[in-house]
């Protein structure tokens, strides 16, 4: 953790329009990221394995409000099999990501988990959305690695707008990655960049509760409105002035990336599909020298991927996974990085904070 910029430097920081200025930081985020976690790439693959989600968020194209898609839930046989898949290519890891889906049920899935776990060195990545601590316990002892929940915006008011809560629930994002955390899990989080009624002050608050979180894996990418919903539609308007709105633009996601590895120095942090989404060209690249060390190859069946649309224009929705591992190793060759091996866990200099407070609390009451 990175205890030396204050908010409000921060928060002047993602203000910063000159060139010279945010070319300076762009250097700093890169030489800062080669000190902490290298020059590797590490590749996590990404199984989509449900687009169903019982949520009413207000940006996600996979919310209820979008009743034209259909969805689909992968088959233990074809989660398995793509796991392997990934394995072959030499990938350290795959992420299992859905919507909030309660046909996911628990054991189920662990025993999908513990399959992969048995027959594949891959470290499992799980992103499910909120699920209930017996849950998240189970899939941790069925040998979950890490999880990741984006807090997506860290003013309570906002969240409530872009994703009402559902009745009877009552633990916070925050309070679940604190959960998970204690549960051993490796904890990701992460939010929009530009989502309607994010003020500059608020999205400073977001990077600065990552540093106090001490997340191991941060994702941030641009917000990017799906036509079906009422946020994208612009049902939903939030009232802030233009110039506290952040602008949900490539560079403003350049900006998140970089001051989040100056405050997050050790984690890993991954160059997004919707940064890829808005600058096809070179955005994964950039990415990769404004902070990044991750990418997270789409290795989705290729007639699911279509149907997982999050937002609009999806980069490699029509790719298979072959061509996302060559496509990718040629990116990554080309800006003269190299391609991790193994599973990419984050490396602490320092123990977690929870670690020391855990073992002095043992130490304390060894019948706990
Ligand atoms: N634009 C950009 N990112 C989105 N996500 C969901 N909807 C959108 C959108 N319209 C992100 C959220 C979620 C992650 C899986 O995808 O941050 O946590
Ligand atoms: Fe999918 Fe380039 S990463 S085609």
New binding site residues.
């Given amino acids: 953790m990175n205890p030396e910029l204050t908010k409000s430097e921060i928060e002047s920081r993602l203000r910063q329009t000159d060139p010279g200025e945010l070319e300076k930081l762009w250097q700093t985020a890169d030489r800062v990221r080669r000190e902490h976690v290298g020059d590797a790439v590490h590749l996590r693959g990404l199984l989509e394995i449900s687009n169903y989600c019982r949520r009413w968020?207000t940006?996600?194209?996979?919310s209820r409000h979008n009743r034209s898609l259909p969805r689909y839930r992968m088959t233990a046989e074809e989660i398995l099999d793509a796991a392997r898949q990934i394995a072959a290519f030499g990938y350290g890891t795959v992420v299992l990501?859905a919507g909030e889906d309660d046909g996911i049920e628990a054991v189920w899935l662990a025993d999908i988990i513990r399959t992969i776990k048995q027959t594949t060195p891959l470290a499992v990545t799980l992103?499910l959305g909120e699920r209930s601590l017996e849950e998240l316990r189970l899939w941790r002892q069925a040998g979950a690695d890490r999880y990741l929940?984006?807090f997506?915006t860290s003013d309570p008011e906002l969240f409530r707008l872009i994703h009402p809560p559902l009745g009877g629930q009552t633990l916070s994002r925050i309070d679940i990655l604190r959960q998970l955390r204690s549960l051993g899990y490796e904890v990701g989080s992460?939010?929009?960049v530009g989502i309607p009624g994010q003020t500059y002050r608020s999205l400073a608050e977001d990077i600065d509760l990552f540093r106090q979180l001490d997340l191991d894996m941060i994702?941030v990418?641009?917000?990017?409105?799906?036509p079906h919903?009422p946020l994208?539609e612009g049902r939903i308007k939030p009232s802030v002035s233009p110039a506290e709105q952040v602008p949900n633009t490539e560079e403003m996601t350049y900006k998140v990336m970089a001051l989040t590895r100056l405050v997050c120095p050790e984690a890993n942090i991954p160059s997004t599909t919707?940064l890829a989404t808005i600058n096809r060209e070179s955005g994964r690249e950039l990415g990769l020298q404004r902070g990044a060390n991750i990418v997270m190859p789409n290795c989705t069946p290729p007639h699911y991927r279509q149907l997982y649309e999050?937002?609009p224009g999806k980069a490699c929705i029509n790719e298979t996974a072959q061509a996302c591992q060559s496509c990718l190793a040629q990116r990554i060759r080309s800006i003269g990085r190299t391609i991790g091996t193994g599973p990419g866990c984050r490396h602490r200099r320092t123990p977690p904070c929870d670690a020391q407070s855990e073992s002095a609390a043992a130490r304390s009451a060894p019948n706990r």
């Fill in positions: 968020c940006y996600c194209g996979l990501q992103s929940l984006r997506e992460g939010v929009m994702g990418g641009p917000y990017i409105p799906h919903t994208g919707a999050i937002y």
